[in-house]
Structure formats: C-alpha cells, structure tokens
C-alpha cells in the first residue's frame, strides 16, 4: 500500500516528461514552418491548391501568430487533421497508419539486417584464415564503423536518394529489388557499427575464449554462438535504440529526398496548405518513436546485463 503513491509519482513525472516533449515539438515544429513561410522542400511532390485552399491559408494567415498557435494546438487536440491531400473524399487518418506501417517495415528490417550481417561479419574477421579478407573487413569497421551513426546514416540516405528509384504511396511500393536495396543501403553504417563492437568484444574479452573452448568441445559455430548468444549480443543491444529512432527520423525527415512512402509526404504536402496539425501529428508519431524505443532498448539491456546499468 505504501508504493502506490511512489508509483503514482514515478508515473506523473514520466506523462509530464512526455507531454512537456510534445510541446516543445510542437512548438518547434510550429514557428520554424511559419519562418519558412511553408514552403515545401521538394516542388515535385507539391500537389498544386485549390482556388478555396488558397484563400482558406490566406483567411488563416490573417490572424495572429499567437491565435495561429492556439487554433492549430486546438486543431490537433480535436482530431481536426483536414483531409487526405492524395484522396480529398478520405480523412488524413486514414492514411497516417498506412504511412506508419510502411515506414516502420523498413525501420524494423534494417535493424534486423544489420544485426545478423554484423554477427556474420565479425566472425570472419576474426576466424577467416586469409589475412587479407581479415584486414580488408578491419579496415571496413574502422573507416565506417568509427563515424558517428548520425554522420554516417545521413550519408547512406543521400547516396540512396540519387541511385534508388523514387517509391511513392501506392501498391508499387512493395518491389522487391527495390525494396531490398533500400534496407540493405540504409543497414551499412549499422552494420559497420555493430561488426565493430561484436569484433571488439569477442576480441578482448572472455567471450573470445568461451568460443574456442565450445569449438574444441565439438560444437558447431551455430550451437556455439547460441550458447553465446546473450554475452555475444550484449554490446549492441544498447545501440538498437538508438538505430531505430535514427532510422525513423531518417525515413521521414530526409523522405524528400529519399521518397519512399513514410510519413514525411504527408509532413512535405502538409507544409505546402500550412496544415500545422499534420505536420505536428508526423513529427509526434517520430517524437513518440524515439520516446518509446529508447526505453525499450534501456530495458533490454538492463535484461541482458543488469551490472551494467542504464545506459541510453
């Protein structure tokens, strides 16, 4: 009886946390788009206005900037998102979950990808008995794996926005080579990253000798990494938190460049009519991803290796 208050605190200051990120993305989002007056960041994608749209922004342009604020933070409360900009008969929610999904899909695979691929890589490096291959996989995780993700994984959108074809919402964007070129393009800093770690790790520690007393014993390399297979994934569990989240935002804050079907063509079209209320709706859904998932990777960790603490 004596933890419900305690537990009632912890909850409150977790909400007031969440909240108070919200406002401020809200806020955030809000006046950077009026000082850029609205404008889209890509023309191709701008569905040209309505002559009643036009003097529906103009109406809206007119009042001011306080009462913008206000109406636009009411709209949003209320569920007033206007309609969808690619369908005027359908509300816009109809399509935020459609984006939602697709954009997680390729978030989530690329996170896998990337975690198996490193896993594979960093036993060659350190198993393969050419010592060019080794080197040459070294030098690989060195060179990319040592860059912050954040430098890295802006860097694999833009090369991707030239060579990847544009996707746009519709049926097409499930094909497959393209769909394949995407997740694996978006997974190789990631993949550096965690070879890097996985390699370090069972370089230098315990692990290292584990495996070879599990190898002498006879047991394959799947059963021996299976037997291994918390320690061994321990050093990146921390880093999928932070992938995701980054992913996300890099599917939809880089999406006019990359076009795929995320969430960041509604945000693009949003920011053309001045419909704060879709862009603030994208830009939570990306606030709420990261909120989510940092704390799901904290618990992970924590699961995987309690000493260690908290981490992100």
């Known amino acids: 009886m004596d933890n419900k208050p305690h537990y009632f605190l912890r909850f409150s200051l977790v909400m007031l946390q969440f909240f108070t990120y919200l406002l ?12 850029a007056s609205g404008s889209p960041l890509n023309h191709e994608t701008v569905i040209p206005l309505t002559s009643l749209e036009s003097s529906t922004i103009a109406l809206y342009l007119q009042a001011p900037l306080f009462s913008q604020y206000l109406s636009s933070l009411k709209n949003l409360i209320l569920l007033n998102w206007g309609h969808s900009f690619f369908n005027s008969l359908d509300p816009l929610i109809y399509y935020v979950p459609q984006a939602l999904f697709i954009t997680l899909l390729f978030t989530i695979l690329t996170v896998i990808l990337a975690v198996f691929l490193s896993a594979f890589l960093a036993l060659i490096t350190v ?29 694999l959108f833009l090369f991707a926005s030239h060579y990847v074809p544009s996707i746009i919402i ?9 769909f394949s070129t995407i997740v694996l393009l978006l997974s ?10 996985l390699y370090v790790d069972l370089s230098n520690t315990p692990h290292w000798f584990h495996l070879k007393q599990l190898l002498a014993l006879g047991f394959s390399i799947k059963q021996s990494l299976w037997q291994l297979r918390y320690q ?18 890099g599917f939809i804050l880089v999406e006019d460049l990359f076009r795929i079907p995320a969430l ?8 053309n009519r001045r419909d704060y209320p879709v862009i603030l709706v994208t830009s939570m859904i990306f606030s709420l991803s990261i909120w989510i998932f940092t704390r799901l990777a904290t618990s992970i960790q924590h699961k995987l290796d309690p ?6």
């Open 24 to 35: 401020v993305s809200y806020s955030a989002i809000f006046f950077i788009m009026h000082v």
């Open 127 to 155: 198993f393969h008995p050419k010592k060019w291959i080794r080197r040459s996989l070294l030098l690989f995780i060195l060179l990319l794996g040592s860059l912050p993700h954040v430098v890295a994984a802006p860097m």
């Open 170 to 178: 519709s049926s097409s964007w499930l094909d497959l080579p393209k």
């Open 188 to 197: 190789v800093p990631y993949i550096a990253l965690f070879t890097k770690l």
């Open 232 to 249: 061994i994934l321990s050093p990146i569990s921390r880093y999928i938190g932070i992938a995701i989240p980054q992913l996300l935002s």
């Open 264 to 271: 960041g063509t509604l945000s693009i079209e949003a920011i």
């Open 307 to 312: 000493r260690g603490g908290t981490v992100l």
